[in-house]
């Protein structure tokens, strides 16, 4: 089993988020899930690399060419990809995966999770899509998304796609348990 972990190219200032982030890797690398993961070797990607790789884990990088210089790609995951674009780094990730986790980070961990949530509502792939909610970092989406069921702009089926949770270890426990929401109908297809 794999899965992807979004996540900043800053720790943040936090020191809860670089705890968070080890701990993670570290469960995972525990219970021998692999990990697909941006590449990069600096912030909250740096951490969840070397912790995993330090707990015995297995690392699959991917990162865009163009980022290879910026974000520093990891030399010592079990294995790097270097893509072309982002679109192809989304791909490959969500193709690598089972499953998906967003850690604290920016707008790319947010469009990242975002795509991979959309992609689980429209019935493109079946795979768990959690929110590491550390120190209430997602506090705000959260609400964001609750608000959105109450609008009807979502359907509670949709709200329930996206798992949250503080503490690491229940969160991968959560998202091992989770099952798919029953797509009705995909779009621009008849087929239920």
Partial sequence: MRLCIFCGSSTGINPAFAEAARA??????????????????????GVVADAAIAAGGRVTGVIPQGLVSRELA?????????????????????????????LPGGFGTLEEFCEAVTWTQLGLHAKACGLLNVAG???GLLAFLAHALQEQ????THFDIVVAAEDPIVLVDRLLEWQPPLVVKWIGTNET
Avoid: P
């Fill in 74 to 102: 990891h030399r010592g995951v079990t294995e790097l990809h270097v893509v072309h674009s982002m679109h192809q780094r989304k791909a490959l990730m969500a193709e690598l995966s089972d499953g998906f986790i967003a």
């Fill in 137 to 139: 970092f997602y506090d």
């Fill in 153 to 156: 702009f979502l359907r509670a």
């Fill in 24 to 45: 993670l890797a570290t469960e995972l690398a525990r219970r021998r899930i692999d990990i697909v993961y941006g590449g990069g070797n600096v912030g909250l990607m």
